[in-house]
């Protein structure tokens, strides 16, 4: 069962993100680099801000990431995440992906254990409708 | 004309009556805008015949041409919408203005905003249509206070600072607005008790860490200095005003995740007051008041630090002992700000900056010469305004 219930707000790819999101379909993360320089960007975007290239590679990120920041999200800003309050979203850096951070979930811990500087692992989360949305737990239980 | 004589001076302002959220239902939300705006001119001594400029930001629907049209203005010279969905344009649509007026492509330039967020939506809630949508929405990562509280996290992880230092800032917004009759929260108290026992909206942001959700409106009128000499209010100087941003604030959500990790726990404003400083040949010490964009209690300590009022992560101390009081040496947010008076994007922390400098404030600080005003923060473009008595 998905993490947050279907009626959740998904993912519409546009011509700028979709390449992000075809990986995600073969439960790939990969970030977005210039193809001419090899400067990472994330969200994707469109040129390079450093050479204004517009060619694009696919940098594949580690299974592991650090938690950077995060919150603990107590009040529900949309009906669907009513039954999973309290819920953490955290932003992640990745171990040699300058330029990179992620919006995602840490799960499968009580919200008053995520600290900042955590490790955890990435696992992949199938909706119903649309990619698969990748998703982060404690280091230790990544695996199950 | 020298370019003494003109100077953006602001002549006039008018406000709507605040509410909560809903409160406004009778009128619409176009019509109170619009009577704010005729309210702001009749404060100038002004008429719709001389307005010649609306500039306005974050989307504003009360679209500038059709208030020419609504107000009867003959002939419009300047119009512009300030990029950007939050509040970090209010200043920036106050510097634009003063540019129509100050490079002679305008006269008399209306700043305002109208926000009933009853009649059209809450911004505390989910929108269609965000930048980048698709890398926040599938997390649950929604609102303004659940992207910012990520912000005010990781400023927390790196300087002590604590909860009482965000409750002092929520406990003196109140004080502020229980001596203002025209805001929402005036008559009601708010002790340090209620602060902590108020329920978590995002970690580590509770309810009163937040701003409030309000229906209301406001309008400023600017001319040139040279104008205004003939007119019966008081002028108060835009001493200097600015607006912009940093590297990559654009790209996240509400600016909150990818920027340059020296700028991450900050509010973007760094440069703007850097520029504003500058240009008004003063410093830090030499303000006398400030009404600093209280979307968020995290944020406003963050601008402190990166207006130089005190050191890097020395924000909490600094409210500890007492600063940002009527009596402090750097009196904040006197109407009550946004978490106290009523939230219209901060064009109610300008108007509030006027007063201040016509002693006009029902919070009225002595012998205050010199008001800072910052728009939004912790988002792209951010802006900030020194506002000096004439």
Not at chain 2, 244 to 267: I, K, R
Request: charged share 20%; net charge negative; hydrophobic share 40%.
């Amino acid at each position: 069962m998905a993490y947050f219930p279907d009626d959740m707000p998904g993912v519409e790819p546009n011509m700028d993100d979709a390449g992000f999101w075809d990986n995600c379909r073969r439960r790939e993360l990969r970030f977005q680099a210039c193809d001419a320089c090899g400067m990472l960007r994330h969200p994707p975007s469109p040129i390079c801000p450093h050479c204004h290239g517009t060619g694009v590679k696919w940098v594949q990120a580690p299974d592991e990431a650090e938690v950077y920041t995060y919150t603990v999200v107590h009040h529900a800003s949309h009906p669907a995440v009513q039954s999973r309050l309290p819920y953490v979203v955290a932003v992640l850096e990745f171990p040699g992906l300058p330029g990179v951070r992620l919006v995602t979930n840490v799960t499968d811990i009580p919200p008053d254990r995520v600290q900042v500087g955590m490790q955890v692992g990435l696992w992949w989360d199938e909706l119903k409708e649309g990619p698969p949305i990748p998703r982060f737990r404690p280091k230790e239980s990544a695996a199950s | 004309m020298s370019r003494h004589d003109r100077a953006a001076t602001i002549v006039g302002c008018g406000q709507s009556r605040f509410t909560r959220w809903g409160g406004i239902m009778e009128k619409s939300q176009f019509q109170i805008t619009a009577e704010a705006i005729s309210s702001a001119l009749k404060d100038s001594g002004l008429t719709a015949r001389d307005v010649d400029g609306f500039a306005s930001f974050s989307n504003d629907a009360n679209e500038g041409p059709l208030m020419q049209v609504a107000l009867g203005v003959p002939e419009m010279r300047w119009s512009s919408m300030v990029w950007g969905g939050g509040g970090g344009g209010s200043i920036a649509a106050l510097s634009q203005a003063c540019a129509a007026v100050e490079s002679g492509q305008a006269e008399v330039v209306v700043v305002y905003r109208g926000l009933c967020q009853g009649q059209t939506r809450r911004f505390g809630r989910f929108g269609q249509g965000r930048t980048h949508g698709n890398f926040v929405h599938p997390y649950g990562l929604f609102a303004p206070p659940q992207m910012l509280a990520m912000v005010v996290r990781r400023f927390m992880h790196l300087y002590p600072i604590t909860e009482d230092h965000l409750a002092e800032i929520a406990l003196n917004a109140r004080a502020n607005a229980n001596r203002n009759p025209n805001a929402v929260m005036h008559g009601r108290e708010m002790t340090k008790k209620d602060y902590l026992g108020s329920r978590w909206i995002a970690e580590p942001l509770r309810l009163f860490d937040c701003c409030l959700e309000t229906d209301g409106a406001c309008a400023v009128i600017v001319t040139s200095r040279e104008r205004a000499r003939d007119l019966p209010a008081k002028a108060v100087q835009v001493v200097a005003v600015a607006h912009g941003s940093g590297p990559a604030w654009g790209s996240g959500p509400l600016g909150s995740n990818n920027m340059p990790d020296e700028d991450y726990a900050s509010t973007n404003n760094r440069r703007v007051a850097k520029t504003l400083f500058g240009k008004a040949g003063v410093k830090p010490t030499d303000i006398d008041v400030a009404q600093i964009y209280d979307h968020f209690s995290g944020m406003v300590l963050m601008a402190l630090e990166d207006y130089g009022f005190c050191g890097r992560g020395e924000s909490g101390a600094f409210v500890a002992e007492g600063n940002i009081r009527p009596d402090g040496g750097l009196p904040l947010n006197t109407s009550g700000g946004q978490l106290s008076e009523a939230y219209v994007h901060g064009m109610n922390l300008l108007i509030e900056g006027v007063r201040q400098m016509r002693s006009e404030s029902s919070t009225q600080i002595k012998d205050a010469e010199l008001c800072l005003v910052t728009g939004g923060l912790g988002v792209s473009p951010t802006s900030g305004v020194i506002l000096g008595r004439d």
